[in-house]
């Protein structure tokens, strides 16, 4: 499924460079692997994070912005 954090892009992206032995921290972005409630798509973004402003907040503290 698309956006999914287990079995996602970026857990393929992690293991290729465990692979490389290049240790970055990576941060997974995505649905998590429970159940989400039936709401609109904007609750349901808040609920996994990936709304504006939970996106804003993850970037302010990683300092990317």
């Keep these: 499924e698309d956006g999914v954090i287990s079995g996602g892009f970026g857990v393929a992206i992690a ?4 692979q490389k032995n290049i240790n970055i921290k990576i941060n997974h972005l995505g649905i998590p692997d429970t159940l989400i409630e039936h709401a609109t798509i904007q609750e349901q973004k808040e609920f996994c994070g990936l709304d504006e402003i939970s996106l804003k907040i993850f970037l302010d503290s990683i300092n990317i912005l």
Excluded at 15 to 18: A, E, G, Q, R, S
């Design 15 to 18: 293991t290729l460079l465990n």
